[in-house]
């Protein structure tokens, strides 16, 4: 794949909370790429995957117009652009493919200490200020609710104390922003996290095979991030209960201890976190010489 248009295109946020999160996990999909301090696109060098660093609310809009193959982006941006896209052509502006397991925030209302409102119904007639004013203007229409939007870039949680607005409704991670402007949290329209979009246009096919390729990386690596490799010595007659308390687990391999008729030797995979209590359940069960292992890489 010599051709420069052969070569997949991946927009990612170029500074932010979802940079370095994104770039690790290309690079944990086996991507290396070379890119100068000051260079805004870093080159695949062994794989044809070039990665865009570009402003968060860009990334919809270059994938849209197949400027991009791929893109990652909050949850938060990308339905913000898709609505507003969909007010523009009726026609799906790209295609969300998997959500990923980081950037995780919510998109909730909040309303100042002190006053009256309460809850979303109490917004009739009110002004609601937002940096997602598509995202509000559609959850107000879906339930029937009148109330203007004031579009409000940064700083949405100043709004009310400056007479701009009787509420907001803005990003929330941890809720600390909201208590130190004087704001309860609300109701939760949107919960957020990062996606990957691919283009609406169909791509050639040494371009589908790589992006397929490099899509079944990320769903390896998304599987190994909580995969444990679990082996113990159990009981045969046990074996039943002890496959039971394994998380997340498909078949587990039991294998002939030398020497022993009565004990096997079980090795699994388990693809959800294995806690200090899910140990203590298998060693009640008669398990014994637990070992849990780390998973490097994982293809299902």
């Not at 790429?33 to 609310?57: C, H, S, W």
């Not at 050639?204 to 991030?225: C, F, H, S, T, Y």
């Not at 995979?269 to 994982?298: D, I, Q």
Request: charged residues 25%; contains cysteine; negative net charge.
């Amino acid at each position: 794949m010599s051709d420069k248009t052969a070569r997949i295109k991946v927009a990612i946020q170029k500074s932010g909370r979802l940079t370095e999160q994104s770039l690790d996990l290309l690079q944990r999909c086996g991507l290396k790429y070379t890119k100068g301090p000051d260079q805004l696109i870093a080159f695949g060098e062994n794989m044809p995957v070039d990665v865009l660093l570009v402003r968060d609310d860009d990334i919809p809009g270059l994938v849209r117009d197949d400027v991009c193959d791929l893109g990652i982006a909050g949850l938060n941006i990308v339905e913000e652009k898709r609505l507003h896209f969909l007010e523009q052509e009726p026609a799906e502006p790209f295609r969300i493919i998997r959500a990923l397991d980081y950037g995780q925030c919510r998109l909730a209302f909040a309303y100042p200490d002190g006053s009256p409102l309460r809850t979303v119904a109490d917004l009739a007639g009110r002004r609601i200020a937002t940096s997602y004013p598509s995202i509000v203007r559609d959850y107000l229409r879906r339930q029937n609710l009148s109330a203007t939007v004031v579009e409000f870039s940064g700083a949405v949680e100043i709004a009310p104390s400056l007479g701009r607005a009787d509420a907001i409704c803005d990003l929330v991670s941890t809720g600390a922003t909201l208590v130190a402007n004087k704001l309860r949290e609300g109701e939760t329209i949107l919960e957020s996290r990062a996606v990957i979009l691919q283009t609406p246009v169909e791509v050639p096919p040494e371009k589908a095979d790589w992006i397929n390729r490099l899509l079944q990386r990320v769903e390896g690596v998304m599987q190994v991030r909580e995969s444990k490799y679990i082996m113990m010595h159990a009981p045969k007659a046990a074996l039943a209960k002890i496959a039971a308390l394994l998380p997340g687990s498909e078949a587990p391999t039991v294998l002939p201890l030398d020497g022993r008729d009565d004990l096997v030797a079980v090795h699994v995979v388990c693809r959800e976190n294995v806690f200090w209590e899910t140990l203590e359940s298998l060693k009640a069960a008669g398990a014994t010489s637990l070992l849990v292992l780390p998973v490097e890489k994982m293809l299902a």
